[in-house]
């Protein structure tokens, strides 16, 4: 008898092990429009490949939906942190949606083009807590060009997002985004990573504008108030002047950094942590 209940809790413990080893540390669901720029399309393309192969080596479960009607609360209930791989929610309720999420708690990551807004375009600023509030970065400004590499410095050394991360480190190719407001200034703002002055001049035109000579520039950041974290990779560069035949080509990776790689990496497991 005593062997019989011996082998019924062993068996027990198998299970239960079992199960508790497949059960992912926290589930991902990334949005995403993956439509008109080449160069997003080639981030989105290759974000879904890597976060897809992270989510197997590091135990949390990844999704990814081209749908925005999803971004509901029935569905968003079934992850714990939001990626935004390139745009953002532009019917009404789907914002609303969004920061009931955030507000109660859910977690978000967003990258490049999902802090755009630029009034008149096709994304303007029409949506002040999203761009005021929670990013803190308002409309969109100025950019470099065309993409290129830049040296990111480390602004905060002991925030979990750059745990591990050298002092200094290069980027991979970029078009690299100036904003409205000056996080500085915006006590709720942390400033994470910022361009390195030894990247000036940064860009190479043609256009005088598109080369940055001087300045403070944010690349990534968190707000104190919620779990988000900004980061304005995601724009690949790619074949523009058709040298390979069309420019569908990728020239450049997002994701072909090792420090770079590690820093998102750090920013999705600090934001699944409860």
């Not at 749908?67 to 953002?88: G, H, I, K, P």
């Not at 300045?215 to 074949?239: A, F």
């Amino acid at each position: 008898m005593f062997k019989i209940k011996r082998l019924i809790f062993f068996i027990s413990f198998v299970i239960s092990f079992s199960v508790c080893a497949q059960k992912p540390k926290f589930s991902v669901i990334a949005f995403y429009t993956g439509k008109n720029d080449q160069a997003h399309i080639s981030f989105v393309q290759e974000a879904n490949k890597w976060f897809t192969k992270m989510a197997k080596n590091h135990g949390f479960s990844y999704d990814s939906t081209a749908n925005w009607a999803n971004m509901n609360a029935q569905f968003l209930s079934n992850y714990e942190v939001v990626l935004f791989l390139d745009t953002r929610p532009e019917a009404p309720e789907q914002r609303t949606a969004f920061e009931n999420y955030i507000k109660n708690g859910g977690a978000w990551l967003g990258f490049h083009f999902s802090a755009f807004a630029l009034s008149p375009s096709s994304y303007p600023q029409n949506w002040n807590w999203y761009h005021h509030e929670f990013l803190g970065s308002g409309a969109y400004a100025s950019n470099t060009w065309r993409p290129t590499s830049a040296i990111l410095k480390v602004e905060d050394k002991k925030h979990p997002v750059t745990k591990n991360l050298p002092k200094k480190f290069k980027a991979q190719p970029n078009e690299w985004y100036r904003w409205e407001n000056d996080l500085r200034q915006n006590a709720n703002i942390k400033i994470l990573l910022a361009i390195d002055t030894s990247s000036f001049p940064l860009g190479t035109g043609p256009k005088a504008h598109e080369i940055w000579q001087s300045g403070y520039y944010p690349v990534v950041w968190s707000n104190k108030n919620y779990r988000m974290v900004y980061i304005n990779m995601g724009h690949n560069d790619m074949d523009y002047e058709h040298k390979y035949g069309k420019t569908t080509t990728s020239l450049s990776s997002s994701f072909g950094s090792k420090n770079q790689n590690k820093m998102i990496l750090n920013s999705l497991m600090w934001l699944g942590k409860r």
